[in-house]
């Protein structure tokens, strides 16, 4: 009977031998598997048959070698950190990009900006106080006029044409949040069923941490995983995935808007609270889908736009770090400013004209595209009358008589309107001094400096944005070395392991094979 207790012996070290050498080899054929964790056989002795005592010592012989477990070599503790970094990370990410494109949009500091048209219409400006009744520097006047406004109408309308992309990236981003969280839960089933079998569903829960970390770059997560082997998840502190419920994210219309907000299926909430400030200082900072939102705003700009419609919180100014949404931030800055600069052209040149004109009333340099939409970036075109052949004549730069009349019409050369365009142009302006609460803080400057600083502030945020995705870029990249360090396959140590095995599995078969052939010898030939 010793001998048939042997052989079962064996038997158990050629199992584990072998069940070893399908793990390493398991590991091995995924080193290159995203999101593979490497796996372990735990192994342990079988129990001990006690066969006697001699001179009061026991004595003991094993049964064999037991299998106990393929564990997945997994740091839960780095998991956690790296999707709560990752979302922060991903949540910077998102606006340094918009950043980075709404500069390259405004083209600065490089190719044809609008600071470089605005000198040009500066300088021609100045050409013509020299010689107002000039049609060379009259045309040049209207032709830079007509080139800054275009260039104005450009930016302007490329800020709207991007806000539409991001609420398309939006809506992707939606999407796939919702297939994230199906997939999750037919892998609890998967993995469920699998365990309570006692197969190893080691494969399921590496698709499953996978989609986890996936779905943390899109907000913030928490999760526990059940006995049943079932994780449940929420998703910015709202269950989204658990045994038996069923919520997605939606997109709901915004009242007056082309855009939607991200509500809740089941309470129809909205995901985010975008009325607070949002920054580290709040803990808030997080996700790429809500650095979307933010980028994107709630509504394109107007004319009738106002600051508590772009912060995020109506007590405190959009200059403070993350109480504005980006885009119409920018976007009414800039209307503000083509306003003062409309207002001013239109304002100075209310003379009459010359050549054809004379004695007639000027016409105005700039109008609306669309009538009723106010003279807003993107709204505003030089007057087609000034376009027309000689329309240049129409230009009111001679200015009326004391009484208002046009008794000083003849007087071409009178260059007063433009030297008050030019004083005009060149004085300090008082900037949102009457906006609220939630208006940027006053600014006191000219108007080419207000410009100036209008894109030296897009460029700050985007330098803050940059910084802190560097930042959280470096923690990410540490933690996911810290993860492949434990969990990632070495194929130097699998081939090693693999030697391990062969050797044991050897072993077990020589030994087997030397049980057999004593067998053999004790039934057959004695």
Known sequence: MSSISSITKAVTGLTAAQKGLQVTGHNISNTNTKGYTRQQLLQSDSSYLTIGKSGGYSMQVGLGVTCDEIRQIRDSLADKRLRTENSVLNYYQTLNTVSTDIESMFDEPYGSTISDFLNDFWSQTQKLSATPDGVEERMSFISTAKVLMDKINEVSNSLTDYQFKLNGNIQTSVNRINEITKEIRNLNEKIAISEVNGDNANDYRDQRNLLLDELSTYGKISYYEEPSGRVQVQFEGHEIVNHGFDINLELTDIPGSPFSKVTWSDTKGEVFDLENVSSSSYDNDSGALKGLLLARGEN?????????????????????????????????????????????????????????????????????????????????????????????????????????????????????????????????????????????????????????????????????????????????????????AMGGVSTDEEFSNMLKYQYAYNASARMITMLDGMLDTIINKM
């Open 300 to 484: 394109v700009v107007t004319k009738d736009t106002t600051w508590n419609e772009i912060a995020l919180n109506d007590n405190m100014s959009v200059d403070v770090e993350g109480n504005a949404y980006v885009i119409p931030k920018i976007q009414k800055m800039l209307n503000e400013f083509t306003n003062e600069l409309v207002t001013t052209v239109n304002e100075a040149l209310t003379g009459t004209g010359i050549g054809n004109h004379q004695g007639k009333d000027g016409v105005q340099v700039f109008v609306p595209i669309i009538e009723g939409t106010g003279l807003v970036a993107g709204n505003i075109q030089v007057n087609p009358e000034l376009l027309e052949d000689g329309g240049y004549n129409k230009l009111g730069t001679v200015a009326k008589a004391a009484d208002g009349s046009n008794s000083n019409a003849e007087n071409v050369g009178d260059n007063s309107i433009i030297k008050d365009l030019l004083s005009d142009w060149g004085t300090t302006k008082r900037w949102f001094s009457d906006g609220g609460v939630t208006s940027p803080h006053a600014k006191t400057v000219t108007m080419s400096t207000f410009f100036s600083e209008l894109v030296t502030d897009i460029g700050s945020n985007g330098a803050v944005y940059s910084a802190k995705a560097i930042e959280k870029s470096t923690s990410v990249n540490n933690i996911e070395n810290e993860r492949a």
